[in-house]
């Protein structure tokens, strides 16, 4: 009789075994395909993203680090929802999910390309055109009572105190072309809608005997100012700050990068103080490539190549008043002096202007009626001619500086166009 042998453990028990110690493993894989289902952790409502230089934040997922020239349309055309982007045949695009705005939530752009009207409201006034003629009448009829060195740019200039009470800052150009420069530029702005951004400016005579300049016939001796010298007298703004650009013209420019565009998400967070100073700037870059003016972004981003942090100090020549309205200081690059140094500064300039696609629609419907009527030099001449009574003492625009600011109107304009049409 055979001894019966015992049952060997059969197939069954032992896959149970295996299946129940890959029981954690699975469910730490569940949980990580939840976890990449849920939408992406968006920031709190009050804060901004780093990349606009008012804050910091991680990268974008999936974001790269150069690409082809980024637009403001890019940025602000999609309304504040979620995001994702796309890589379909080479090409980036920005596709809504199916996340909408809240109801009550306005998009700070209206028609693809202009500035909502809700948020030109909210830009500060800036100096009004009644307060600007009134501080012009009265600096004109004034007397200079003391003149002091420093707080208004180079060593030749000075700070005028006026019989009135008021200041100004009196500006003497190392050649006549500044002072020119400064005094087109300043009724250029007028011309195109923006001089409320640029604080009120006046021609004055130097005559040491003269009764504006009697009182301080002696500081004048010590200033080696030329007698009958054109000079400026530009209002005195209390309490202004400095400003540092925003991205994309600082962060981007600082990592060495070209100017970069930003997905419409990035505005997510932003207040409305943030896009009120984005209105202003989309106003100065175009107004700096309309004249050409090089002392202001444009120096900063030449300072690049020897100084990789420039661009997160302060801009040159431009300040901030205590309501957050930018002020468009020294202006006297632009136009003559600006012109005569295209080849330099303009592969700056151009691109700062491409970098801008969205703008204020009473700037872009000055634009196209310059461009239309081919009249921009014309329009500046009239206006100049009827507001600032020594205009004859440093004259106009050459013809053929005339020629380059109508070229450089309608560049404005195609651009405008190019940005309406993508």
Known sequence: MKRARRAAPGSLPVLGLLLLGALP?????LLRREAAALPEPRPPAGQSPGRWGWGRSPPVRGESGGGGQKTFRTLLAVPAAATDREERDGEERLAVTDSQPPADTASPVERGIFWSRELEEQVPPGFAAEEAAAWLAAARAARVASLERGGCGRSSNRLARLSDGSR???????????????ALSYHLAGVLGMQERLPPMALALVEARGRQWEPVSEELRGSHWAEGAVVSLTRWVDNLTAVVAPAPWGAEASAGRRLQPLSAGELVGLSPSQLVELVQWSDLILFDYLTANFDRLVSNLFSLQWDPRVMRRATSN???APDGGLVFMDNEAGLVHGYRLLSMWDPYNEPLLRSVCVFREGTARRVAELHRRRSAAAELRRRYRAREPLWARL?????????LLQARVDFVHRHIAHCRAQ
């Open 318 to 320: 431009l300040l901030r």
């Open 168 to 182: 100004a800052c009196v500006r003497y150009g190392i050649n006549p072309e500044q002072i020119q420069g400064e």
């Open 395 to 403: 004259g106009f625009l050459s013809e053929r500086q005339a020629e």
């Open 25 to 29: 493993g699975l469910w730490t894989v």
